[in-house]
Nanobody, 111 residues
Framework: VQLVESGGGLVQPGGSLRLSCKAS????????MSWYRQAPGKAREWVAV????????NYADSVKGRFTISRDNAMSTVYLQMNSLKPEDTAVYYC?????WGQGTQVTVSS
């Protein structure tokens, strides 16, 4: 099982980034997928979830209206579109499928 995140980087406040998480080694379409993040010195927190078929999503209040989770089951990939980024969004972002986690991708929002 492997989850590989990509798409992180440095962006100015108000900017956008799109994270990707490519899955392999398991039946991707059989699992809900989630994004989490961990800021320096803070606990890991849940950000968003999408159902197996992609028809249902839910978001943490802190990102609702700014972030959009989506998935492509044919590509075994889940995405996180992040708009109107704020400095407090700075964190390492992880994708998760059940008990499996990726290695994370760093997002830094700074001017």
């Amino acid at each position: 099982v492997q989850l590989v995140e990509s798409g992180g980087g440095l962006v100015q406040p108000g900017g956008s980034l799109r994270l990707s998480c490519k899955a392999s080694g398991f039946s991707f379409s059989s699992y809900a997928m989630s994004w989490y993040r961990q800021a320096p010195g803070k606990a890991r927190e849940w950000v968003a979830v999408i159902t197996r078929g992609g028809g249902g999503t839910n978001y943490a209040d802190s990102v609702k209206g700014r972030f959009t989770i989506s998935r492509d089951n044919a590509m075994s990939t889940v995405y996180l579109q992040m708009n109107s980024l704020k400095p407090e969004d700075t964190a390492v972002y992880y994708c998760r499928a059940d008990t499996y986690w990726g290695q994370g991708t760093q997002v830094t929002v700074s001017s």
